[in-house]
């Protein structure tokens, strides 16, 4: 008896770095490789890459331009022509390797690029777009040759994912892209950590995730720990992520000095130790105003870390306010609020923890995301 083969499909990351995009992907690679036979290409080395060398994934480094930017460069056509040609020789040679290595659909982890649907183009593979950011609200990003350019290669794929109902109303419905869609959510968990019970100490400690940058608004955290302060709550806040824009971590940095509060405030940086982070953290705090799903909110609430969150985008779809955590709707003293009104209400506290972790287990499975993926890869391959 033949057993049915494995499509060979070819993934394209943005970046090497191991952050929520690369994570998310590298789960779908390590829990298909069983029904697909992956190759990855990175434009440079890192975390990411150091991962799929460990876990045996088959990847290759090829610089390739992203297609956007955030400071336009004058002449900005002129760059933006630039980096187009750049990506075209290029994916004439990736092109060539993709027909040699006889792929059979084309994978693309971002919609920041447009590399790997010149290289389904050129190669007559079909496209399977995973579409994780807003890009235009959440990082400020522009399109090199503007959003038309974005809905051309997105009408010509075969399927689109989006992580959030959120991503596919901004990036499908309202942006006229008549390519089919779905939504899968992120998997992250098929067996929830054994924790005990959290309950926060004399002085609580707030936490926020991510890299250091205006779209995580670790601003709007530290001026509602600072009012906190002011009021005579005992409670910390630690910052965990690298610095994305020093003249933002600047800002922050000179308000934590002239508000005297340095003594409450501790930046971490990066860490790859996920369990150790949430063990920490009596609170988690999710600020960005446009976040596309929020892996953070959604690990927060596995290890039983009640989140408070603003009520916005992919936010409002993971958090059920009073019942999986709280949302605030405004600035910093709505934050606050929102906060000191759960250190003060265990059984409140208690209820949100255990219904976070459940909800959780319910909705962002791996196995979930596993087959939804698969069943997505077999719909392009029959089309």
């Known amino acids: 008896m033949r057993t049915k083969k494995k499509p060979k499909i070819l993934s394209f990351s943005h970046y090497g770095t191991l952050y929520g995009a690369n994570r998310s992907l590298l789960t779908l690679l390590t829990e298909t490789r069983d029904q697909i036979d992956w190759w990855v290409i990175c434009p440079r080395d890192g975390d990411f890459t150091e991962e799929l060398a460990r876990n045996g994934i088959e990847f290759k480094i090829i610089a390739f331009a992203n297609d956007i930017h955030k400071v336009p460069r004058f002449p900005q056509w002129f760059h933006s022509v630039k980096r187009f040609a750049f990506n075209v020789l290029v994916a004439l040679y990736v092109a060539l390797l993709v027909v040699r290595k006889r792929i059979d659909l084309i994978h693309s982890n971002s919609s920041v690029i447009f590399f790997g649907a010149l290289v389904a183009f050129i190669s007559g593979r079909k496209h399977l777009w995973h579409i994780r950011e807003f890009v235009y609200d959440d990082y400020h990003l522009k399109y090199n040759f503007g959003k038309s350019s974005f809905r051309f290669w997105a009408n010509k794929a075969a399927r689109i994912i ?213 069943r997505e890869v077999e719909s392009c391959r029959q089309n």
Not at 182 to 201: A, K, R, W
Not at 298 to 314: C, Q, R, T
Not at 367 to 374: A, L, S, V, W
């Open 162 to 374: 989006c992580i959030s109902k959120s991503i596919a109303q901004k990036r499908v419905i309202d942006s006229d892209v008549a390519t089919p869609h779905t939504v899968i959510y992120n998997g992250l968990v098929d067996e929830l950590p054994q924790i005990p019970p959290h309950i926060p100490g004399i002085t609580s400690q707030a936490g926020i995730v991510g890299i250091i940058d205006p779209a995580k608004d670790q601003m709007t955290a530290i001026k509602a720990i600072n009012a906190l302060v002011k009021k005579g709550v005992a409670i910390k806040l630690e910052i965990v992520g690298e610095i994305g824009d020093p003249a933002y971590y600047e800002e922050i940095a000179a308000y934590i000095q002239e508000q005297g509060i340095s003594g409450h405030i501790q930046f971490t940086g990066f860490t790859k130790d996920v369990q150790s982070i949430y063990r920490r953290f009596d609170v988690l705090l999710m600020c960005s105003p446009h976040e596309a799903l929020g892996r953070v909110t959604i690990e927060g609430m596995m290890y039983g870390v009640p989140v408070v969150a603003f009520d916005s985008a992919g936010t409002s779809e993971i958090v059920q306010h009073g019942q999986t955590g709280l949302l605030y709707h405004s600035d910093e003293h709505s934050l606050a609020a929102e906060v000191e009104r759960l250190l003060n209400d265990p059984s409140l506290y208690a209820g949100i923890a255990k219904r976070a972790r459940e909800h959780v287990f319910q909705n962002f499975t791996i196995t979930k995301y596993r087959d939804n993926f698969i």
